[in-house]
């Protein structure tokens, strides 16, 4: 099964790409197996305790994961992943 993975700067230093293509019957298999091909990736979107980081958003096809299954939501072939980190801040005016 083919998942097109697209990462923005900061994980793009760690897979050298904006997008690479990976597999996984799940998100969170698809996370470990990014990281067995890109060692270091992992630590770039998880705790130690292996929860995703609060600021790691997951979009599949442009749903957020959090609103299915998490890291346990399924994958099926042809899926887009696009793995961001949360915008905040700005100023009052």
């Given at each position: 099964?083919?998942?097109?993975?697209?990462?923005?700067?900061?994980?793009?230093?760690?897979?050298?790409?904006?997008?690479?293509?990976?597999?996984?019957?799940?998100?969170?298999?698809?996370l470990?197996?990014?990281?067995?091909?890109?060692?270091?990736?992992?630590e770039?979107?998880?705790?130690?305790?292996?929860?995703?980081?609060?600021?790691?958003?997951?979009?599949?096809?442009?749903?957020?994961?959090?609103?299915?299954?998490?890291?346990?939501?399924?994958?099926?072939?042809?899926?887009?992943?696009?793995?961001?980190?949360?915008?905040?801040?700005?100023?009052?005016?």
């Amino acid at each position: 099964m083919a998942v097109q993975v697209k990462v923005t700067s900061v994980l793009q230093r760690v897979v050298g790409a904006k997008q690479v293509e990976s597999d996984g019957n799940t998100v969170g298999e698809l996370l470990e197996n990014l990281n067995s091909k890109y060692p270091g990736f992992r630590e770039q979107i998880k705790t130690a305790d292996g929860a995703l980081h609060k600021f790691v958003n997951i979009y599949i096809n442009d749903e957020d994961i959090r609103y299915s299954d998490n890291l346990e939501t399924p994958l099926k072939d042809g899926d887009v992943i696009q793995i961001v980190p949360s915008i905040a801040g700005g100023c009052e005016a």
